[in-house]
């Protein structure tokens, strides 16, 4: 499900470390803040406007255990294209890295929080409750709300469709703009073309986040949101050493 909130706030978290980590990346970051923020949307872009499937935009599979793990290097094996950041625009190497934040953040999603709810028969409530817990996260990046309106590309970045993923982030960017959890929530519901009253829609919100709370905790929260920063700056700094470009030589 497209979930916006959540990926730019770890996004910006992952942002804030370049500065100590990988000042390279960085100067990226700062340099095209818009590419970087439409990176971050690129996996759900290209599905939820873009209809491609689940594998061929987040390159793991929930019911492929073999893939967990696997999506950053599975992004850079389809598309090797993209492997090599010295081979692109810096503008695209920004949007490759918040795709990569992307990818990251999905997995030490799955890996910390919703395999808890793996084999509950009624999880799909859960998992939406749990998404919107995690989209209370604060987006640390006064820059983000400043500049999520101004990507305007109208090309390619090897398969990503830079007008189909602006298409979906002026769906989405106002949850760069807002804090009220049932705004957010509400974010959610018009991207969904929901059209249950909003009484009744808010009443199920709240079950939702109710029936979820006890499978994420503070501690299991914020595990989730050091995990996904954590890959994400260990996969940033494969990317921009080329490791993934080397993988593609050596093959």
């Given at each position: 499900m497209p979930r916006g909130r959540c990926h730019f706030a770890l996004l910006a978290a992952l942002h804030a470390r370049f500065y100590d980590e990988c000042p390279e990346a960085a100067a990226f970051a700062d340099a095209h803040t818009p590419d970087l923020l439409a990176g971050t949307c690129a996996p759900d872009g290209l599905r939820f406007v873009g209809n491609r499937g689940k594998f061929a935009t987040h390159f793991y599979s929930d019911d492929r255990r073999e893939?967990?793990?696997?999506?950053?290097?599975?992004?850079?094996?389809a598309h090797p294209d993209l492997a090599d950041p010295r081979r692109l625009s810096d503008a695209d190497v920004a949007v490759m890295l918040g795709y990569i934040s992307h990818l990251t953040v999905d997995e030490a999603f799955r890996d910390e929080v919703t395999v808890h709810v793996y084999g509950i028969e009624d999880w799909r409530p859960i998992v939406m409750g749990?998404?919107?817990?995690?989209d209370g996260f604060r987006i640390d990046n006064a820059r983000y709300t400043a500049?999520?309106?101004?990507?305007?590309?109208?090309?390619?970045?090897?398969?990503?469709?830079?007008?189909?993923?602006g298409e979906y982030l002026d769906l989405v960017k106002p949850w760069a703009l807002e804090d009220d959890p049932w705004e957010l929530e509400r974010i959610f519901l018009k991207l969904r073309r929901?059209?249950?009253?909003?009484?009744?829609?808010?009443?199920?919100?709240?079950?939702?986040?109710?029936?979820?709370?006890?499978?994420?905790?503070?501690?299991?929260?914020?595990?989730?949101?050091?995990?996904?920063?954590?890959e994400g700056m260990t996969e940033t700094l494969r990317y921009?050493?080329?490791?993934?470009?080397?993988?593609e030589r050596d093959d």
């Open positions: 893939t967990w793990g696997h999506s950053v290097a599975g992004l850079f094996g749990l998404w919107s817990i995690v500049e999520v309106h101004r990507f305007g590309r109208k090309d390619s970045v090897g398969f990503i469709d830079c007008r189909v993923v929901c059209d249950t009253p909003e009484y009744e829609a808010r009443r199920t919100w709240e079950r939702n986040v109710a029936m979820a709370a006890p499978f994420l905790d503070e501690d299991r929260r914020m595990r989730f949101y050091k995990a996904a920063v954590d921009l050493k080329g490791d993934y470009a080397s993988r």
